[in-house]
C-alpha cells in the first residue's frame, strides 16, 4: 500500500491557476502510475488526468490544453497544474496510485486514493 496526501486546493476565481501536490509515502514511488479524479457535489468521480511509471500523459477531453500532470519521483510527489480555471472545475480533487499497469482512466484502475483537497472557482 502506499499513502497519498493530496494538498494546493482553495478558492480561485475563473481564470487563475492552481498546483495540486500530492505525496506518497510507503512504497517506492517511481512503480506507480498517479492519477487525479475529481467529484463534484451530486456527480459521479471522473477521471481528470493520469501519468505511467515511464510518463506517459492521459488527460481528459474537458481539461486538455488546461492542466498538466507531473510526477517528481526523487521527492514521491505528483503534480496537477491547473491554468485557465473554469467554475465547472469546481469538485474535491483525488490523488490516486496503482502499480498493477490494468489502466489509467478509470477508477477501477486504482486501488490508492488520499483524503481530497478542495478546488472552488468562483465566477
Known amino acids: 500500500q502506499v499513502q497519498l496526501v493530496e494538498s494546493g486546493g482553495g478558492l480561485v476565481q475563473a481564470g487563475d491557476s492552481l498546483r495540486l501536490s500530492c505525496a506518497a509515502s510507503?512504497?517506492?514511488?517511481?512503480?506507480?502510475?498517479m492519477g487525479w479524479f475529481r467529484q463534484a457535489p451530486g456527480n459521479e468521480r471522473e477521471f481528470v488526468a493520469a501519468?505511467?511509471?515511464?510518463?506517459?500523459?492521459y488527460y481528459a477531453d474537458s481539461v486538455k490544453g488546461r492542466f498538466t500532470i507531473s510526477r517528481d519521483n526523487a521527492s514521491n510527489t505528483a503534480y496537477l497544474q491547473m491554468n485557465s480555471l473554469r467554475s465547472e472545475d469546481t469538485a474535491v480533487y483525488y490523488c490516486a496510485a496503482d502499480a498493477s499497469r490494468r489502466g489509467f482512466t478509470q477508477s477501477s484502475d486504482y486501488n490508492n486514493w488520499g483524503q481530497g483537497t478542495q478546488v472552488t472557482v468562483s465566477s
Open positions: 510507503g512504497r517506492p514511488f517511481s512503480n506507480y502510475a
Open positions: 501519468i505511467t511509471w515511464n510518463a506517459i500523459r
